[in-house]
């Protein structure tokens, strides 16, 4: 019986070590791995997390490596393998995870231990020197530096930031985040790219230029700024290979000023600048009929939406009336700032004849440059306004007869031979006078009925010679006898006695290419635009004399009277 016990424990001893030994055989590992273990602050650390078993990639939690490190890319990878051994089938899996690190700081740092399905890593001292040697500008692969061309500005007040990425020969793929600020509004300016060659190191430059408006008052922090590139790599369909390099900006802070206390609506800017253009010759004003003003305000080192809209003079008992046009805004990006454009243009049609003054217009603005208010000013105009048509309905008066009165009162010597003489000629006098009034009258019935009827003009007609000089005149290229052209072509179109503008035409019409036809050719006289090409101002305007053409009863219902009375 005592041997019989003995072989009974042994053998449960040898099915427990057996049991021991499978369940170490079947056990998971978890192995994590760097590159290397001694880095500088801008070096990046190749970690690779191997586990032998097949998994789900997102199963791997790495959020606790984000206290020390940044995680610039992430890549799972399984893999499965069979393998025969002794003629038996086993089936092999693997999953690994292969991360890009870069120290947050210098010192000792660890990759801490990381958990899997209850199996754990071991971790990972990281030494990170802050050592200049280690960024040197000759050897570092990639090099990133910021600046800015102020200390501390108003809110709303611009700032340019420069970004500048060195990259040596054999690095690409250069790569960052959108640079976008809190408490900050920021515009793209430039980016240029370039060669440069230091002390016989050639390197290639990228260089970021960004417009910065501050919104409040304080503090306004920049953050380090990472930027990636590949190292030896070449890219293909797959990706680009090669080693990753990085390289970080250092962290900027900005004194944002208090607004100065003013009654002055808050407006800073470099310059600021207005002007004003006419469409016709201000000094030849007619009364009824429409002269176009265009004024244009222009502002460096800021934005379109910040110009405030011009104030209108008061229009009560003022002789003319004014039609204010929708403002056009315009921001150009150039290498040294913004530089902003608002452009109000109102139509003026003046009421009564004479000396038209149109008061001065002033614009308070904050130099930025000189830390005051300043003015910018637009001088009072005046506008000489003729009678116009109006003088056509007086009537001419006959010559005065005192003259023959008189050398008949001379000759009047009792005689009635002189009497007789002098009644023959005050009868001449009185009859030629009465034949000149008579002709005065027709004179003016004939014109009163000729301006009736050119009211009104027959489209196959009048229209038509109107719109055969149009098309003469689009031949020439004269902008300024187009635009012309055009308005007195859409009057007769619409078939109305009121001037037409251009403006009125593009209410009107009812037509995209139309309006953005005469909008161009306007921006050409007024606002230096470009000129339109021809042709298509052509294909334009027939667009919009069809238009008119199919919906003449609707553009006669919206003639304008209603605007001009």
């Known amino acids: 019986m005592k041997k019989d016990s003995k ?11 057996l049991s021991t030994l499978v369940n170490v055989s079947i056990a998971a590992t978890l192995l994590s791995t760097v590159d290397k273990n001694v880095v500088g602050l801008n070096d990046i650390i190749s970690l690779v997390v191997e586990y032998d078993q097949k998994s789900d990639a997102s199963e791997l939690d790495v959020s606790s490596l984000q206290s020390d490190f940044e995680i610039l890319s992430l890549r799972p990878q399984s893999n499965s393998s069979i393998t025969i051994v002794n003629g038996e089938t086993k089936q092999v899996a693997q999953t690994k995870w292969v991360l890009a690190l870069t120290p ?54 611009e700032m340019i930031v420069s970004i ?49 408006f501050a919104k409040t008052p304080g503090v306004l922090r920049i953050p380090s700024l990472t930027y990636t590139g590949v190292e030896g790599g070449r890219r293909s369909f797959f990706g680009s290979s090669g080693n990753q390099v990085l390289a970080r900006t250092d962290e900027v802070t900005i004194d944002v000023k ?44 800021q934005r379109a939406t910040a110009i405030a809209p011009l104030k209108s003079p008061n229009q009560t008992d003022q002789p003319y009336k004014s039609y204010d046009e929708k403002p056009r805004l315009h ?65 001419t008066l006959p010559p005065s007869n005192n ?13 009635n031979q002189s009497n007789q003489s002098g009644n023959l000629n005050l009868i001449l006098w009185q009859s030629v006078s009465l034949l000149l009034a008579m002709l005065c009258a027709a004179q003016f019935f004939i014109l009163r009925n000729r301006r009736a009827k050119a009211d009104f003009h027959e489209p196959n007609t009048s229209e038509k010679q109107a719109w055969k000089t149009l098309l003469s005149d689009l031949k020439t290229g004269d902008s300024h006898k187009i635009r012309e052209s055009i308005r007195l072509w859409g009057q007769l179109a619409l078939e109305t006695n009121q001037p037409c503008s251009l403006s009125d035409l593009s209410r009107y019409v009812d037509s995209s290419s139309f309006k953005q036809a005469l909008e161009h050719l306007d921006s050409h006289l007024f606002n230096n635009g470009k000129a339109p090409d021809i042709g298509d101002l052509e294909s334009a305007l027939d667009e919009g004399r069809d238009w008119i053409k199919n919906n003449k009863t609707n553009a006669r219902k919206t003639a304008l009277a209603p605007l001009y009375p």
Do not use: C
């Open 403 to 415: 003259k023959q009165d008189a050398d008949s009162a001379k000759t009047s010597g009792g005689s």
């Open 258 to 301: 208090t607004i100065p206390s003013d009654l002055h609506e808050w407006f800073p800017a470099s310059s600021v600048s207005i002007r004003s253009e006419w469409s016709e010759n201000k000094s030849s004003a007619t009364v009824g009929d429409p002269i176009t003003r265009t004024i244009v305000v222009t502002a460096n080192s």
């Open 7 to 17: 072989q009974k424990v042994l053998l449960w001893i040898s099915m427990l070590t």
């Open 104 to 157: 947050k700081r210098a010192g000792v740092l660890e990759i801490p231990v990381l958990n899997l399905n209850g199996d754990k890593s071991r971790p990972i001292q990281i030494q990170v020197s802050d050592n200049p040697d280690l960024n040197s500008r000759s050897t570092s692969p990639l090099i990133a530096t910021i600046s800015t061309n102020l200390d501390s500005v108003y809110p709303g007040q």
């Open 331 to 395: 921001t150009q990006n150039t290498a040294t700032g913004l530089v902003a454009t608002r452009v109000e243009s109102s139509a003026i049609v003046p009421s009564q004849a004479g000396v038209l003054e149109l008061p001065e217009i002033t614009l308070n603005w904050w130099d930025v440059g000189a830390n005051k208010w300043q003015e910018a000013t637009l001088p009072a105009e005046t506008i000489k306004v003729a009678a116009g048509n109006a003088s056509a309905n007086q009537t």
């Open 164 to 212: 500048e990425l060195s990259a040596k020969n054999g690095v690409g793929d250069l790569n960052g985040a959108p640079f976008e600020l809190d408490n900050a509004e920021v515009e793209t300016l430039s980016q240029n790219s370039f060669r440069r060659v230091d002390n016989g190191i050639a390197r290639q430059i990228v260089e970021l230029k960004f417009s910065v």
